[in-house]
């Protein structure tokens, strides 16, 4: 049985490997309950097959994770009861409407039909996609995918969030919406993991963050120590060994 004072989700060793590339390696994470914990990283560094593999989509080569205490591939039913997932890609039924699609879900979860309605009643509204009533998924644009993405993640009250790019092709007042359900899940007890590569946003949502690069996490911990008395980009730039290429040769741009 898992308790609050567990890691809302540990990783052990996790590995995985595509033909010839290693897409992730050793991955060692530790995220606290109760916290907004960010994952950053340039991209190919790793971050969404990690997660992919955290939350039981991906099952890794070697390496265990357990979500408050559960683990993941041991007893996957409890685990993913637990986690609500924003997945890369978030594929879902496209020929539905938003409603039928947190309808149908909510069922096969096994919520009962009256607290299915209410609380996708409460996500529509929230998200602002009750005025798309009449909308299938496959007519929604990218952003709007991503909040119908959230509402399916939110609605069997899961105590971990995982979401991967969330705010990627959201505009800024559903942005702000966004913002401010997580935070409200947060302070309600809940915990978060977002993964992305604006270290801005981050440093703005976020009280702990890791840093992965080549497939390994190289910092992790509260933000105040991994960026240290710079910006998290400061702390990034210098820990990835990332570098500018400047901008010679491109005279020709000048008016």
């Known amino acids: 049985m898992s308790t609050r004072s567990e890691p809302a989700l540990q990783t052990v060793g996790l590995r ?3 033909s010839e590339h290693v897409a992730v390696d050793d991955v060692h994470l530790t995220v606290p309950a109760g916290s907004f914990y960010g994952l950053v990283g340039p991209n190919g560094a790793g971050k969404t097959t990690t997660l992919a593999m955290t939350v039981g989509l991906l099952r890794p080569d070697a390496g265990s994770a357990q979500i408050f205490g559960v683990d993941v591939w041991r007893d996957t039913v409890q685990a993913k009861a637990l986690v609500g997932v924003l997945p890369d890609g978030n594929a879902m039924p496209e020929r539905l409407t938003g409603r039928e699609v947190l309808t149908y879900l909510g069922l096969l979860r ?9 609380r996708t009643d ?6 602002e996609l009750d005025s798309a ?18 509402a399916v993640a ?15 092709a959201v505009d800024p007042i559903s ?18 993991i977002i993964s992305s590569h604006v270290m801005a946003l ?9 840093i992965m690069s080549d497939g390994r996490v190289v910092a992790a911990g509260p933000l105040a ?5 710079g910006t998290l980009e400061d702390a990034f730039v210098d820990l990835v060994g990332a570098q500018t290429r400047g901008t010679e040769g491109l005279a020709w741009l000048t008016a």
């Open 16 to 18: 995985k490997a595509f």
């Open 110 to 118: 096994g919520l009962p039909p009256a607290v299915v309605a209410e």
């Open 122 to 127: 409460e996500l529509l509204h929230v998200l």
């Open 133 to 150: 009533e009449r909308t299938l998924v496959i007519e929604y644009s990218t952003g709007m995918r991503k909040k119908i993405g959230l």
């Open 154 to 168: 939110l609605l069997h009250a899961p105590r971990l969030l995982v979401l991967d790019e969330p705010f990627e």
């Open 175 to 192: 942005a702000a919406t966004v913002k401010a359900i997580l935070r409200r899940f947060v302070e309600g007890g809940g915990s978060v």
């Open 202 to 210: 981050v440093e703005q949502l976020c009280d702990h963050v890791g």
């Open 225 to 229: 120590d991994v960026r240290g008395a």
